[in-house]
T-cell receptor
């Protein structure tokens, strides 16, 4: 299994509070991704990173920001959590672009009350 | 644009039955195609992939063939087991930029003894 961990694994927070989710990899892969999983939508890309300090937006980036100061860590921040951000969040990594597959972490279940 | 349309579930089969989960796609260019599997409470695992037309991906008795003429990548297994109960996701990689994945909505498979 690819060495990907996510923390926390579960979190309950209140509307309006900031939340940071962490993804950590031990594979030294260049690309890292954040997805959210919601019923009826599959997984949708929030943000991705193609190197240290290099990030870009995905399909559903509104209300989220990311940072990557080290190859192994990719942080997802909800600046002011809303109930619509209740979801399961998955981090993924990929060795390179092109025809390389992505490997997924175990997920973080976030509930915003 | 890029999109994946996947057979609606849930699907319930008896052990040793034949499985087909349909997947069709729309893409610009020549995508790679993937099937991922998600067991309860876990992240996504790559099941199989195909990177060009007429390629057949296979793993653990599952197979899928990349059909460019019908833009399809249907998942099949000849004899399912209870342990195959999971959610299956079809996905494509756009082969541009950061290798982003586009997912179908997932198909839940339950296999009963």
């Amino acid at each position: 299994d690819a060495g990907i961990t996510q923390s926390p694994r579960h979190k309950v927070t209140e509307t309006g509070t900031p939340v940071t989710l962490r993804c950590h990899q031990t594979e030294n892969h260049r690309y890292m991704y954040w997805y959210r999983q919601d019923p009826g939508h599959g997984l949708r890309l929030i943000h991705y990173s193609y190197g240290v300090k290099d990030t870009d937006k995905g399909e559903v980036s509104d209300g989220y920001s990311v940072s990557r100061s080290k190859t192994e860590d990719f942080l997802l921040t909800l600046e002011s959590a809303t109930s619509s951000q209740t979801s399961v969040y998955f981090c993924a990594i990929s060795e390179s672009a092109g025809r390389y597959e992505q490997y997924f972490g175990p997920g973080t279940r976030l509930t915003v009350t | 644009g890029n999109s994946v349309t996947q057979m609606e579930g849930p699907v319930t089969l008896s052990e040793e039955a034949f499985l087909t989960i349909n997947c069709t796609y729309t893409a610009t260019g020549y995508p790679s195609l993937f099937w991922y599997v998600q067991y309860p409470g876990e992240g996504l695992q790559l099941l199989l992939k195909a990177t060009k037309a007429d390629d057949k991906g296979s793993n653990k008795g599952f197979e899928a063939t990349y059909r460019k003429e019908t833009t399809s990548f249907h998942l099949e297994k000849g004899s399912v087991q209870v342990s195959d109960s999971a959610v299956y996701f079809c996905a494509l990689s756009d082969q541009t930029g950061a290798n982003n994945l586009f997912f179908g909505t997932g198909t839940r498979l339950t296999v009963i003894p």
